[in-house]
């Protein structure tokens, strides 16, 4: 059973940047496939960002393209969102997520464990 637990999220300006981690449990992490997901009021939790085990290949949502990094550091067991060029619809909670397969998933029903989630506002 993985624990996961984010830190890292707090109030910005638009424009400016955060970084976002994911502490794992335990050592598992590193042969599971990671995310990060995000869910604003009143909106369905939608995804953001997914890398796989080894950290090779990553998948990023549309909105995000260009400005988010999803990285990985498999010895600490810590997964990463760095968050470039805020945006006021950046704004939600948002989850990191991990499953027990090799290949990016970006289907929120797929992944087994959960954090329990790290607030991001942005707003001037």
């Known amino acids: 059973q993985v624990q996961l637990v984010e830190s890292g999220g707090g109030l910005v300006q638009p424009g400016g940047s955060l970084r976002l981690s994911c502490a794992a449990s335990?050592?598992?992490?590193?042969?599971?496939?990671t995310g990060w997901f995000r869910q604003a009021p009143g909106k369905e939790r939608e995804f953001v960002a997914t890398i796989t085990p080894s950290g090779e290949e990553t998948k990023y949502a549309d909105s995000v393209k260009g400005r988010f990094t999803i990285s990985r550091d498999n010895a600490a067991n810590t997964l990463f969102l760095q968050m470039n060029d805020l945006k006021p619809e950046d704004t939600a909670v948002y989850y990191c997520?991990?499953?027990?397969?090799?290949?990016?998933?970006?289907?929120?029903?797929?992944?087994?464990?959960w954090g329990q989630g790290t607030q991001v506002t942005v707003s001037s």
């Open positions: 335990d050592s598992t992490f590193s042969f599971f496939t």
């Open positions: 997520a991990a499953a027990p397969h090799t290949i990016l998933i970006y289907v929120a029903s797929l992944y087994g464990f």
